[in-house]
């Protein structure tokens, strides 16, 4: 017996799951980042959407790892079958087109799109890996894991952000901004960890910034890796003026965002970062997101 589908008149059933897959990767944007989706809503139509299925797997993983599958009982071991299974959905499904997961099915049929591969999903899945088995960092995994768990999620959001050039620039374009695209995820990720030194030493019982005890960090300590941040964030800025135009008022406000972040964490007490998670508020969100997109316009 064939279902009954009342709002799918006069379309095919492919198209009809291809709109509730990415319906789904909406709802999930708008219930776990203010943030990104203030960011996401001025992205070119096209555009806005692939990014959201990019988001929307990156964050499946991460709940694999960290969140919802936790609080269900899954222990190490289960977590990291429920990841291997779920990247071989992902790369099933990059290579037909088609996922029973409507998450899965969001971010394929965007990376089919776009030209997302496994040179960028492996990487990302290995470092949400790192997160089962690695409690302290050293220089060089911390590097292979911020490549992976960041740096790869900035050259995906770059591939949809070039989607639109003609062919024979895209190619050209994603070698030189590249670099910048790393950068800014790198410098994304950086804030995330010092932002979060007390949840991630406390709950999570990891340290990623190498050297840091999250328990007492200094003031010595967070000047130096707030410079580290800047000196990814003076990188990326430099890719963001060459940006298409569609995409670049979308990224200036994440730029803006993040930045403002890094200047609270700045004028934030080193003690302080130990005990509580620094935020930025909504009405100082839109303000920010306003000037950026002013300063994106030019």
Same mark, same amino acid.
């Given at each position: 017996?064939?279902?009954?589908?009342?709002?799918?008149?006069?379309?095919?059933?492919?198209? @009809?799951?291809?709109?509730?897959?990415?319906? /789904?990767?909406?709802?999930?944007?708008?219930?776990?980042?203010?943030?990104?989706?203030?960011?996401?809503?001025?992205?070119?139509?096209?555009?806005?959407?692939?990014?959201?299925?990019?988001?929307?797997?990156?964050?499946?993983?991460?709940?694999?790892?960290?969140?919802? $599958?936790?609080?269900?009982?899954?222990?190490?071991?289960?977590?990291?079958?429920?990841?291997?299974?779920?990247?071989?959905? +992902?790369?099933?499904?990059? #290579?037909?087109?088609?996922? +029973?997961?409507?998450?899965?099915?969001?971010?394929?049929?965007?990376?089919?799109?776009?030209?997302?591969?496994?040179?960028?999903?492996?990487?990302?899945? %290995? $470092?949400?890996?790192?997160?089962?088995?690695?409690?302290?960092?050293?220089?060089?995994?911390? %590097? +292979?894991?911020?490549?992976?768990?960041?740096?790869?999620?900035?050259?995906?959001?770059?591939?949809?952000?070039?989607?639109?050039?003609?062919?024979?620039?895209?190619?050209?374009?994603?070698?030189? @901004?590249?670099?910048? #695209?790393?950068? @800014?995820?790198? #410098?994304?990720?950086?804030?995330?960890?010092?932002?979060?030194?007390?949840?991630?030493?406390?709950?999570?019982?990891?340290?990623? @910034?190498?050297?840091?005890?999250?328990?007492?960090?200094?003031?010595?300590?967070?000047?130096?890796? !707030?410079?580290?941040?800047?000196?990814?964030?003076?990188?990326?800025?430099?890719?963001?003026?060459? !940006?298409? /135009?569609?995409?670049?008022?979308?990224?200036?406000?994440?730029?803006?965002?993040? $930045?403002?972040?890094?200047?609270?964490?700045?004028?934030?007490?080193? %003690?302080? !970062?130990?005990?509580?998670?620094?935020?930025? &508020?909504? &009405?100082?969100?839109?303000?920010?997101?306003?000037?950026?997109?002013?300063?994106?316009?030019?």
């Amino acid at each position: 017996m064939r279902p009954v589908v009342p709002d799918g008149e006069g379309a095919t059933r492919l198209s @009809l799951y291809d709109d509730t897959a990415q319906r /789904a990767a909406d709802v999930l944007v708008r219930r776990y980042s203010t943030s990104f989706g203030l960011a996401t809503r001025l992205l070119p139509g096209a555009q806005r959407t692939h990014v959201r299925d990019v988001y929307a797997l990156v964050r499946l993983a991460d709940e694999v790892v960290d969140g919802a $599958s936790a609080e269900a009982g899954a222990d190490r071991e289960r977590s990291r079958v429920l990841l291997d299974e779920l990247e071989a959905r +992902t790369e099933a499904a990059m #290579a037909t087109g088609y996922s +029973t997961d409507v998450l899965v099915h969001a971010f394929a049929r965007t990376a089919r799109e776009v030209g997302i591969t496994t040179d960028l999903t492996r990487p990302f899945f %290995a $470092s949400m890996r790192t997160d089962l088995d690695t409690t302290v960092h050293d220089e060089e995994s911390l %590097a +292979t894991y911020i490549y992976g768990s960041a740096e790869v999620v900035g050259l995906m959001c770059l591939r949809v952000f070039l989607s639109d050039l003609p062919a024979e620039w895209r190619e050209t374009m994603y070698r030189e @901004l590249g670099p910048g #695209a790393q950068a @800014l995820g790198a #410098a994304f990720q950086k804030i995330n960890f010092l932002r979060d030194l007390a949840e991630d030493g406390a709950v999570l019982g990891r340290r990623y @910034l190498v050297g840091i005890d999250p328990r007492a960090v200094t003031e010595e300590q967070k000047k130096a890796a !707030l410079a580290d941040i800047d000196e990814d964030l003076a990188v990326a800025r430099t890719a963001l003026t060459a !940006l298409p /135009a569609g995409p670049r008022r979308a990224v200036a406000v994440a730029f803006g965002l993040f $930045s403002e972040l890094a200047a609270r964490l700045r004028a934030t007490p080193a %003690a302080e !970062l130990s005990r509580s998670r620094v935020a930025v &508020p909504g &009405p100082v969100k839109a303000r920010v997101a306003a000037t950026a997109v002013l300063r994106g316009s030019r």
